[in-house]
């Protein structure tokens, strides 16, 4: 069965904190991703990565990074956590090539920037 | 730049009612366009659809695309309250290293008993 974990489903933190989004999937996916999701504006992607140790910015990567340091593994940081940064925050993972467009979810984390 | 637009934004019918859910898109090279159900928590996959005209069914729902016209529906029959969603609505571009979606805002329904 397809898995795709994420570390916290609920997380509170404060402005100026860093925070560390992890994400891990079994599935041996190269594609990983993050979106955020907001009302009224639907998902938008963050980051993804095709590889190991790579990765491309999304629609709005301002004041997040990523790092992919294991296959099954991509995490998104905060580098200073602020309030506009309250969201839920999804990672998906896919198979790349043109057969493969599933993308496969976690549940999410909420995220509250206090 | 890659937009998605799906309508209505929002529908509320009564169970047993038939809806239909409308994406409509706009991208540079298209390679897929797929549905997503969301509940209380991440979506899951519906359908993926690549070519126009051929329909692709399960159970109640089936959705088609028109790669002309380009948009897709999304239609739901005999509802039923589980059916109760938001409905994504994405579309993958050929461009990129990696398969990133482009999504539109969703369609919430809502079933009444």
């Known amino acids: 069965d397809v898995k795709v974990t994420q570390s916290s489903r609920y997380l509170v933190k404060r402005t100026g904190e860093k925070v560390f989004l992890e994400c891990v999937q079994d599935?041996?996916?190269?594609?990983m991703f993050w979106y955020r999701q907001d009302p009224g504006l639907g998902l938008r992607l963050i980051y993804f990565?095709?590889?190991?140790?790579?990765?491309e910015k999304g629609d709005i990567p301002e004041g997040y990074s990523v790092s992919r340091e294991k296959k099954e593994r991509f995490s998104l940081i905060l580098e200073s956590a602020s309030t506009n940064q309250t969201s839920m925050y999804l990672c998906a993972s896919s198979f790349p090539g043109s057969s493969y467009n599933e993308q496969f979810f976690g549940p999410g984390t909420r995220l509250t920037v206090l | 730049e890659d937009k998605v637009v799906q309508s209505p934004l929002s529908l509320v019918v009564h169970e047993g009612d038939t809806v239909t859910l409308n994406c409509s898109y706009e991208v540079t090279n298209f390679r897929s366009l797929l549905w997503y159900k969301q509940e209380k928590k991440a979506p899951t996959f519906l359908f993926m659809l690549t070519s126009s005209g051929i329909e692709k069914k399960s159970g109640r729902l089936s959705s088609i695309l028109d790669k002309k016209e380009l948009f897709s529906i999304l239609n739901i029959t005999a509802t039923q309250t589980g059916d109760s969603a938001v409905y994504l609505c994405?579309?993958?571009?050929?461009?990129?290293?990696?398969?990133?979606?482009?999504f539109g805002k969703g369609t919430h329904l809502i079933i009444q008993p």
């Open positions: 994405a579309v993958a571009d050929s461009g990129g290293g990696a398969d990133g979606l482009t």
């Open positions: 990565s095709y590889d190991v140790k790579m990765k």
């Open positions: 599935m041996d996916h190269e594609n």
